[in-house]
């Protein structure tokens, strides 16, 4: 447990670039458009030798609760309600406009504990600081979070509240370790725009941490949130949807896409989430494809499945498509879901969890020999020119994805489609479905070989 400080103000203020100045990383995406960040955003945060959590949240704006601006705001309330300091952030350059002063006084009604802080202060910007006063929530201190200034000040404000904090959590008889040792299996939740993303991870997650709604594309940037899912682990990352690289005309849109595809290649698992309606279109294609490129192990998932009035019928043909249109990813387990009443979920974590240890598979070099002498004895290779292709050895270079290296005498000549049916059968006899697995054909001897022996006759 951790000393929690949410950043809070108007839009277009700076929350997320002292957010990425905080976490020594740009996780959140930051544009000179006002209203970028629309979900509550997670970071460990530091300054000097003090650690915290900082929450970048959505730029507070005074509208109908059923909005997207509203919705956003109930979010940035329940950051207000979770932090321990809350940081109001104002623009010295702008000086105090109505809106701040509505942010102040829902920061005054909460009872919390605020540090007001004037953002882009360089040079005579600083003038403005003064209007900051007239607010009643204690001195304002000049910042520049894009050039680093003023965070000594921060640092004086918040050592002798962490410390306050770390004292109390001491006094407190209860472990404070984490459940479970080591990293959280990290997941990535992506698809189309509108595909249920948000709602699936507030679902798991028990509560409304992420913005959700009939709007598609809200969802703007990768959202990482650390999440106990039965007794495991996790870390999900909602992502914005995936639109074709033709209709990605916004440069926002284009930083969210980017964002999404960074989230997926550092990912272990990454669940593609598809509306019943519209499964296998061809962006989920892409991102599945996208997946298996990455090296990443992959799990289907079916939203809305409670509108379906054929199931067993629709299910047998997502399958078919399934396996017809992604033959590099044959046997991923496809799973049916609604993210709106939590059905399927378990199912969905069970898969999880059985594909990322498929991704983590090793195999023994013995058995794997064994198992291509008995498969090219079966299914000899080919013999172009009336010389046969003779496979010598295999082993297993790396795992995650699982990747196999095999002693050839003339690899080039090697078709394709026999390369595909060592592929399947690494899948069918070691239970490695649905598995991204890499096999590569050298040239060379078996390196376990009389080295006596003249090239050509190893065994």
């Given at each position: 447990?951790?000393?929690?400080?949410?950043l809070?103000?108007?839009?277009?203020?700076?929350?997320?670039?002292?957010?990425?100045?905080?976490?020594?990383?740009r996780?959140?995406?930051?544009?000179?458009?006002?209203?970028?960040?629309?979900d509550?955003?997670?970071?460990?945060?530091?300054?000097?030798?003090?650690?915290?959590?900082?929450?970048?949240?959505?730029?507070?704006?005074?509208?109908?609760?059923?909005?997207l601006?509203?919705?956003?705001?109930?979010l940035?309330?329940?950051?207000?309600?979770?932090?321990?300091?809350?940081?109001?952030?104002?623009?010295?350059?702008?000086?105090?406009?109505?809106?701040?002063?509505?942010?102040?006084?829902?920061?005054?009604?909460?009872?919390?504990?605020?540090?007001?802080?004037?953002?882009?202060?360089?040079?005579?910007?600083?003038?403005?600081?003064?209007?900051?006063?007239?607010?009643?929530?204690?001195d304002?201190?000049?910042i520049?979070?894009?050039?680093?200034?003023?965070m000594?000040?921060?640092?004086?404000?918040?050592?002798?509240?962490?410390?306050?904090?770390?004292?109390?959590?001491?006094?407190?008889?209860?472990?404070?370790?984490?459940?479970?040792?080591g990293?959280?299996?990290?997941i990535?939740?992506?698809g189309?725009?509108?595909?249920?993303?948000?709602?699936?991870?507030?679902?798991?997650?028990?509560e409304?941490?992420?913005?959700?709604?009939?709007?598609?594309?809200?969802?703007?940037?990768?959202?990482?949130?650390?999440?106990s899912?039965?007794?495991?682990?996790?870390?999900?990352?909602?992502?914005?949807?995936?639109?074709?690289?033709?209709?990605?005309?916004?440069k926002?849109?284009?930083?969210?896409?980017?964002?999404?595809?960074?989230?997926?290649?550092?990912?272990?698992?990454?669940?593609?989430?598809?509306?019943?309606?519209?499964?296998?279109e061809?962006?989920?294609?892409r991102?599945?494809?996208?997946?298996?490129?990455?090296?990443?192990?992959?799990?289907?998932?079916?939203?809305?499945?409670?509108?379906e009035?054929?199931?067993?019928?629709?299910?047998?043909?997502?399958?078919?498509?399934?396996?017809?249109?992604?033959?590099?990813?044959?046997?991923?387990?496809?799973?049916?879901?609604?993210?709106?009443?939590?059905?399927?979920?378990?199912?969905?974590?069970?898969?999880?969890?059985?594909m990322?240890?498929?991704?983590?598979?090793?195999?023994?070099?013995?058995?794997?020999?064994?198992?291509?002498?008995?498969?090219?004895?079966?299914?000899?290779?080919?013999?172009?020119?009336?010389?046969?292709?003779?496979?010598?050895?295999?082993?297993?270079?790396?795992?995650?994805?699982?990747t196999?290296?095999?002693?050839?005498?003339?690899?080039?000549?090697?078709?394709?489609?026999?390369?595909?049916?060592?592929?399947?059968?690494?899948?069918?006899?070691?239970?490695?479905?649905?598995?991204?697995?890499?096999?590569?054909?050298?040239?060379?001897?078996?390196?376990?070989?009389?080295?006596?022996?003249?090239?050509?006759?190893?065994?």
């Amino acid at each position: 447990m951790a000393y929690t400080i949410a950043l809070i103000g108007r839009p277009n203020v700076g929350k997320s670039t002292l957010f990425n100045r905080l976490v020594g990383k740009r996780l959140a995406l930051v544009d000179d458009q006002p209203g970028v960040t629309r979900d509550l955003r997670e970071g460990d945060g530091r300054i000097g030798d003090l650690k915290f959590t900082v929450v970048d949240t959505a730029g507070l704006e005074i509208a109908d609760d059923q909005s997207l601006p509203g919705r956003m705001r109930k979010l940035t309330q329940k950051a207000i309600e979770m932090a321990d300091l809350c940081i109001l952030m104002l623009d010295a350059r702008a000086g105090i406009l109505p809106l701040d002063r509505e942010v102040a006084d829902i920061l005054r009604r909460s009872g919390a504990d605020v540090l007001v802080t004037c953002n882009k202060a360089e040079g005579r910007a600083a003038d403005a600081i003064y209007e900051a006063y007239e607010l009643g929530l204690g001195d304002p201190l000049p910042i520049s979070a894009e050039h680093g200034e003023g965070m000594q000040e921060i640092y004086a404000v918040l050592q002798p509240r962490i410390d306050a904090f770390e004292r109390a959590l001491a006094a407190v008889d209860a472990p404070l370790g984490e459940d479970r040792a080591g990293k959280p299996l990290q997941i990535a939740v992506v698809g189309r725009p509108n595909a249920g993303k948000s709602t699936l991870i507030n679902k798991i997650i028990g509560e409304d941490r992420l913005l959700t709604g009939p709007e598609a594309g809200i969802t703007r940037d990768s959202i990482g949130l650390p999440v106990s899912w039965g007794d495991e682990a996790f870390k999900l990352f909602d992502t914005a949807g995936l639109r074709k690289r033709a209709r990605i005309d916004e440069k926002l849109e284009k930083l969210s896409a980017s964002d999404a595809i960074r989230a997926v290649k550092f990912a272990e698992v990454v669940i593609v989430l598809m509306d019943v309606d519209t499964c296998f279109e061809t962006q989920d294609l892409r991102i599945a494809d996208l997946a298996e490129r990455e090296g990443r192990a992959v799990v289907f998932a079916v939203n809305k499945w409670d509108k379906e009035m054929d199931k067993q019928g629709r299910l047998k043909e997502l399958k078919e498509m399934l396996e017809r249109l992604l033959p590099q990813l044959s046997g991923a387990p496809l799973i049916t879901v609604s993210a709106l009443t939590g059905r399927g979920l378990e199912r969905l974590r069970e898969a999880v969890l059985e594909m990322y240890e498929a991704w983590n598979t090793r195999i023994t070099t013995a058995k794997l020999n064994q198992w291509l002498g008995a498969r090219t004895q079966a299914h000899p290779p080919p013999a172009p020119g009336g010389r046969r292709i003779r496979l010598r050895y295999m082993t297993q270079v790396k795992a995650r994805p699982p990747t196999f290296m095999v002693s050839c005498s003339k690899p080039e000549d090697l078709p394709e489609s026999y390369s595909r049916f060592l592929v399947n059968g690494l899948r069918q006899d070691f239970g490695l479905k649905g598995v991204p697995i890499r096999l590569d054909m050298r040239k060379g001897e078996n390196p376990f070989a009389d080295k006596k022996k003249p090239r050509g006759h190893g065994g």
